[in-house]
């Protein structure tokens, strides 16, 4: 079974622990917005529930984006520096296979 990875209506930035900013606090609503894409796992890779598979950045903010299931990272619908709104599959994680 293939478990998607969608971009939510909106994400939490990625926190700074050397700048701490209120703004870190605030979610970002990203409907009407694009966002440049950079993958930090590999296609192919094994990943756990709630890692970190990829970031985005909108409006100079650092957003996380995380594996939904535990599983194998097997397909990008999304390739680095292409960009992305709300609803868009990122791509696919294989489990229980």
């Known amino acids: 079974m293939r478990v998607p990875i969608v971009v ?3 994400a939490f930035p990625k926190k700074d622990p050397e700048h701490p900013c209120p ?3 605030r979610p970002v609503h990203l409907t009407y917005k694009s966002c440049a894409m950079m993958w ?3 296609q192919g890779a094994a990943v756990k ?6 970031e985005g950045e909108v409006e100079k903010k ?5 594996a939904p299931a535990d599983g194998i990272l ?3 619908c999304v390739e680095d520096d ?3 709104t709300v609803g868009d599959i ?3 994680i294989s489990v229980g296979e």
């Open 8 to 10: 939510p209506e909106s």
């Open 23 to 25: 703004c870190q606090d």
């Open 40 to 42: 930090t796992v590999a």
């Open 49 to 54: 529930e709630g890692d970190v598979v990829a």
């Open 62 to 66: 650092a957003l996380e984006f995380y």
């Open 74 to 76: 097997v397909e990008r």
């Open 82 to 84: 292409e960009e992305f």
């Open 90 to 92: 990122l791509g696919y």
